[in-house]
């Protein structure tokens, strides 16, 4: 029984020791899993072919707006509801309530489209107007809200860097859309964009880096770099790791130093002397064995020269009222010099030409002497 026992655990031990191990799978490259689209690739428009049948169930959304919208809203439902119509879709616009519904009907055959419905009355509500806004309704174009106002508690800072966002005369938030190919629109406490799904990403994370005190300008730089790579095929599948900057977060605020530095003494193992009584004073003065009224005629000497003395500052202090200023010393006028004097002679005889020199209309007899001489000119002729 103990042999054929004996027997089993070899065999057990023989079977685990000569057993082929199995080859451990490979790690594949995130690359190689990763699904490729080709370049120019569309999805196919969903039409009524795909959902012959419609919808089974009615499907609405409402959504409230500001009272500023009011006017605007007014103005261009008509528009709203055209577009709506075409994907049948009912739009209505409640003024009293201050709402906007929208909902499927029996002709609706998209199930999607009630979300992108419900998308376009909440951007109209956050400012976005109707061109900008109808752009939902399309497949290939999706829109995001992000809400900003519990990012940051202090009112002021949060008006600054909402504004930094912006940029000046609007600079940073073009340069945004240029590079995301998105719409965007900061209004209050939420920013509105509208564009392709990677732009949406990359202007979410730009918001909320500009509302954590990391200035635009960084990502700008990084997203100018990656549309550079893009084009170049090769660099596709590679990591662009190398290529992007990496900014180190810098603490410019340094420690405030105290007016008063304390500066340690040196550590000596013996207690400080102790200081003198007021009794121990006096007794290295003399003033212990004097009576009280020679005490007292010495306080009331010492009160008085520090009167006498604050006296004779004070007065000093109002003497400097009187005291004249110190002139600035008188500058002699300087000689004219030879070369600038005025030549008398040369003008007196500037005078005498000019006199000379008939000036005026000719006279009665001169002009008759010219006439006869330019008769006698044409006669010659």
């Known amino acids: ?211 954590k005190n990391i200035h635009p300008i960084y990502n700008i730089k990084t997203l100018m770099i990656k549309r550079e790579l893009a084009k170049d095929s090769e660099l596709r599948s590679q990591s662009w790791e190398r290529f992007l900057p990496q900014f180190k977060h810098k603490n410019v605020n340094k420690r405030k130093e105290p007016k008063k530095k304390t500066v340690k003494k040196e550590y000596t193992p013996f207690p400080p002397p102790q200081p003198e009584s007021q009794i121990d004073k006096e007794l290295a003065s003399g003033e212990y064995f004097l009576k009280a009224s020679q005490k007292k005629r010495q306080k009331m000497e010492a009160i008085k020269a520090k009167q006498a003395e604050a006296l004779s500052k004070r007065q000093e202090e109002r003497n400097k009222a009187f005291i004249p200023p110190k002139e600035k010393p008188v500058v002699k006028p300087k000689e004219a010099s030879t070369e600038n004097k005025i030549d008398v002679a040369a003008i007196k005889e500037k005078i005498k030409k000019a006199k000379n020199k008939k000036l005026g209309a000719l006279s009665a007899e001169e002009v008759k002497l010219k006439m006869e001489a330019d008769e006698k000119k044409k006669k010659k002729k």
């Open 1 to 211: 029984m103990a042999a054929s026992s004996f027997r089993g655990l070899a065999q057990a031990n023989g079977r685990s020791e000569f057993r082929p191990k199995q080859p451990k799978p490979e790690k594949r490259d995130e690359s190689e899993e990763l699904l490729t689209v080709p370049d120019g690739w569309k999805e196919p428009a969903f039409s009524k072919e795909d959902n012959p049948r419609g919808l089974l169930e009615e499907s609405s959304f409402a959504t409230l707006f500001p009272k500023y919208r009011e006017a605007y809203l007014k103005e261009c439902w008509p528009l709203v509801q055209k577009a709506l119509n075409e994907h049948h879709i009912n739009a209505t616009l409640d003024l009293i309530e201050g709402s906007m519904t929208v909902c499927t009907t029996k002709k609706t055959f998209d199930p999607y489209i009630i979300i992108r419905a419900r998308d376009l009355i909440k951007l109209l509500a956050r400012s976005v107007s109707f061109e900008q806004a109808v752009r939902i309704l399309q497949d290939d174009v999706a829109c995001d809200i992000i809400k900003i106002g519990s990012l940051v508690r202090n009112k002021e800072r949060f008006v600054k860097r909402r504004q930094r966002l912006i940029g000046p005369k609007g600079s940073t938030l073009k340069a945004l859309e240029l590079l995301t190919n998105c719409y965007i629109m900061v209004q209050g406490n939420t920013v509105s964009v509208i564009g392709p799904f990677s732009g949406l990403k990359e202007v979410r994370k730009v918001v909320l880096d500009t509302m």
